[in-house]
């Protein structure tokens, strides 16, 4: 598998290839979906699936019109649909100044900002293989930033975990988040799952 990373200002969304074939994980904020629909076509592959780790505005915006110019279904945790439709339907509360001021920029442009409008195709839970995309990839759900936040293990050796944890000064747990107990768990369960190639919705990869 080739994983060729997309920044969208500060939101990594990633393109997964394999022969041909290619899965997007992410779909961020407003203003990115021609960057992502011309890095996609450089890459040359017929992108199959949109591949969502949570609700949050700044990895959503664009899915409904990539998946609907690819022909391409969204999946993603049936636990954070509601938030496609109203991004306070979790509860959002923060850790430190970093989570302060990330807090009060995501309010803000969430009060501000419609999603364009899709509800998921297909709604993923622990242990669903992306085998019939042409990957070998299995979800895990990783809860605690939202609900339904979900990362994605491919091939064993590199997992996409979206904001269940943050690579922003240091790799560790998110600021933001919808339960702290559970976001802690979710980390822990990354950690025990031995060596991998962490991709991160924010920050370097790892
Ligand atoms: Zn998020």
């Not at 939101?11 to 407003?30: E, F, H, K, P």
């Not at 992502?36 to 040359?44: F, T």
């Not at 999603?115 to 085998?131: A, M, T, V, W």
Request: hydrophobic letters at 40%; charged letters at 20%; glycine letters at 12%.
């Amino acid at each position: 598998m080739e994983c060729r990373q997309i920044m969208c200002g500060n939101v990594n969304c990633y393109l997964l290839c394999q022969s041909g074939r290619g899965i997007l994980v992410d779909a961020a904020g407003r203003g990115f979906e021609g960057k992502i629909r011309q890095a996609c076509e450089k890459a040359g592959v017929k992108v199959e699936l949109v591949f969502l780790t949570h609700g949050h505005i700044d990895h959503v915006y664009n899915a409904a019109a990539l998946a609907a110019g690819w022909g391409a279904p969204i999946a993603m945790s049936g636990k954070d649909a509601g938030l496609i439709v109203n991004q306070f339907s979790q509860p959002m509360q923060t850790r430190g100044l970093t989570g302060r001021a990330l807090g009060f920029a995501s309010r803000r442009l969430m009060e501000r900002t419609k999603i364009p409008y899709f509800k998921p195709d297909i709604l993923l839970s622990e242990g669903d293989s992306l085998r019939e995309f042409g990957l070998d990839a299995y979800v895990l759900q990783l809860p605690g930033h939202t609900a339904g936040s979900i990362g994605l293990d491919v091939e064993g050796r590199q997992l996409f975990v979206g904001d269940a944890m943050m690579n922003l000064l240091r790799p560790e747990a998110p600021c933001l988040f919808a339960d702290r107990t559970e976001a802690e768990k979710s980390v822990e369960k990354i950690r025990s799952l031995g060596r991998r190639t962490l991709y991160f919705g924010h920050g370097k990869p790892l």
